[in-house]
């Protein structure tokens, strides 16, 4: 656990209180740093816990959008299968439906050239 030493009689709470040690590092991750007598004291308060869950979802959300947008990324790209743009310089002279043999003559064609 990164560190930490548990000790016993920490270890004897934890288990009482239903705590995981996980519990411990989110507390020292998130909480809020406090000193008593010495101690470091790491304290998560509603503000903390809240400001957490916050940027959590935020997170999620940007991660739900990426991959909305891959997912028509991957819906544009399979509808154009198949079909063939013919450009010169900057400019598209045309675009049309490619067929299995059109495909292959303009790969034999290339593949001649090269």
């Given at each position: 656990?990164?560190?930490?030493?548990?000790?016993?009689?920490?270890?004897?709470?934890?288990?009482?209180?239903?705590?995981?040690?996980?519990?411990?590092?989110?507390?020292?991750?998130?909480?809020?740093?406090?000193?008593?007598?010495?101690?470091?004291?790491?304290?998560?308060?509603?503000?903390?816990?809240?400001?957490?869950?916050?940027?959590?979802?935020?997170?999620?959300?940007?991660?739900?959008?990426?991959?909305?947008?891959?997912?028509?990324?991957?819906?544009?790209i399979n509808r154009l299968?198949?079909?063939?743009?013919?450009?010169?310089?900057?400019?598209?002279?045309?675009?049309?439906?490619?067929?299995?043999?059109?495909?292959?003559r303009l790969l034999r064609?290339?593949?001649?050239?090269?």
């Open positions: 656990m990164s560190g930490l030493i548990i000790s016993r009689h920490a270890e004897a709470r934890m288990r009482q209180r239903g705590l995981q040690d996980q519990d411990a590092e989110l507390a020292r991750q998130y909480g809020s740093l406090i000193s008593d007598h010495g101690d470091q004291v790491f304290l998560l308060r509603d503000r903390d816990v809240e400001r957490e869950i916050r940027a959590l979802k935020q997170s999620i959300e940007r991660k739900e959008r990426e991959m909305r947008d891959l997912k028509q990324s991957i819906e544009r299968r198949g079909r063939k743009f013919v450009v010169a310089g900057p400019t598209l002279k045309t675009a049309c439906h490619s067929g299995k043999r059109d495909q292959k064609k290339w593949r001649e050239r090269e």
